[in-house]
């Protein structure tokens, strides 16, 4: 029997791939950056048993039809709003994501920008390499607490708690807002539960980590960030388009807020010339909320032991589907 075709959307490790050669016919994306043009992707869907795909694919309607023999799509990352969920249940092929195995890596990225952010890492930085520094003053570069400040978590699934959790060692208080209470975060770390308002009010800083969905969407508003303290920092490490980057920007010239820790933009990549990146505080990363090498490694494999569980007719490990 011929081995199934998997397809990958960018050029993954060799060490990795290579681990499942014996099982898989693996083809894959000839660039580790440059993601796959849609005429390629659209013919290899026609061709492939199963797909690992990245979060800057669309697997839309269009994309599907295409997918003849598809069985199983391995997103490589937690979220999976680039995928059309509930068509590609219609045409019975499994979704599957990475969650926990980035769980620790994707908190560790969050809580380093809230305090790069605060602490004005990347400024000072810049600073000394720019050979700006002439001499000690009080005020140079003075950032902003983070130990016994508040912090407003929106979006308390896994990340939100392993954020939490690093929190707790700052003695920090915990506010959050999710869909459900989290009975495990408010009696192990504290956290209390609040309104979404009440968050915005509250905090000194606020963090995003809520998945994009319709009800996510655009959340950050003028309105939201109108209720924010003027000294409070914005961090999101979610999806851009939970935010609405025109508010954003207004509430970060205007003074509203403070600064803003972002690593991931409503359109990716962002591009340099954004009104967001000309600010002083803005501390902006190219969406590398997992990106540590032990994880990545983790959730590649992950994506491949879907696919072969997939195959053997087991339940995949990490479904997105129900
Ligand atoms: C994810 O996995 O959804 C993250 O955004 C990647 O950093």
């Known amino acids: 029997m011929s081995k199934p075709y998997v397809y990958i959307t960018r050029s993954l490790p060799e060490d990795v791939v290579n681990q499942f050669r014996d099982i898989f016919d693996v083809h894959m994306w000839d660039y580790k950056e440059k993601p796959v043009d849609r005429e390629t992707l659209l013919q290899e869907a026609t061709k492939a048993d199963a797909l690992i795909t990245m979060l800057s694919d669309k697997v839309d309607e269009e994309l599907l039809n295409e997918c003849q023999q598809v069985k199983v799509i391995a997103?490589?990352?937690?979220?999976?709003?680039?995928?059309?969920?509930?068509?590609?249940?219609?045409?019975?092929i499994t979704i599957t994501n990475t969650p926990d195995v980035l769980t620790e890596t994707t908190a560790?990225?969050?809580?380093?920008?809230l305090m790069?952010?605060?602490?004005?890492?990347?400024?000072?930085?810049?600073?000394?390499?720019e050979g700006q520094w002439q001499?000690?003053?009080?005020?140079?570069?003075?950032?902003?607490d983070i130990h016994h400040k508040t912090i407003g978590i929106v979006g308390m699934g896994r990340i939100g708690e392993a954020v939490a959790k690093r929190a707790t060692g700052?003695?920090?208080?915990?506010?959050?807002?999710?869909?459900?209470?989290?009975?495990?975060?408010?009696?192990?770390?504290?956290?209390?539960?609040v309104s979404f308002e009440d968050l915005l009010e509250q905090s000194d800083y606020v963090v995003c980590l809520a998945p994009l969905t319709k009800e996510t969407k655009g959340m950050?508003?003028?309105?939201?960030?109108?209720?924010?303290?003027?000294?409070?920092?914005?961090?999101?490490?979610?999806?851009?388009?939970?935010?609405?980057?025109e508010a954003l920007y207004k509430a970060l010239e205007k003074g509203e807020i403070k600064a803003a820790g972002l690593d991931v933009f409503a359109q990716e990549p962002i591009s340099s010339d954004h009104p967001l990146l000309q600010l002083?505080?803005?501390?902006?990363?190219p969406h590398i909320g997992s990106s540590s090498e032990e994880t990545r490694k983790n959730m590649m494999e992950l994506c491949?032991?879907?696919?072969q569980r997939v195959w053997n007719g087991q339940e995949a490990k990490t479904k997105v589907n129900p």
Do not use: C
């Open 75 to 92: 997103n490589l990352a937690v979220g999976y709003d680039n995928i059309n969920v509930k068509k590609a249940e219609e045409k019975g």
């Open 108 to 113: 560790d990225l969050t809580f380093s920008l």
């Open 116 to 129: 790069a952010t605060a602490r004005r890492i990347v400024e000072a930085a810049e600073y000394v390499k």
């Open 135 to 144: 001499n000690w003053a009080p005020l140079l570069l003075a950032g902003n």
């Open 170 to 193: 700052f003695y920090m208080d915990i506010l959050y807002h999710n869909r459900s209470r989290k009975e495990r975060a408010e009696q192990e770390l504290g956290a209390k539960y």
């Open 220 to 245: 950050f508003d003028q309105k939201a960030f109108e209720k924010m303290k003027s000294t409070a920092i914005f961090v999101n490490a979610s999806r851009g388009a939970n935010v609405d980057e």
């Open 280 to 285: 002083e505080n803005v501390v902006a990363l």
């Open 304 to 307: 491949f032991e879907n696919i």
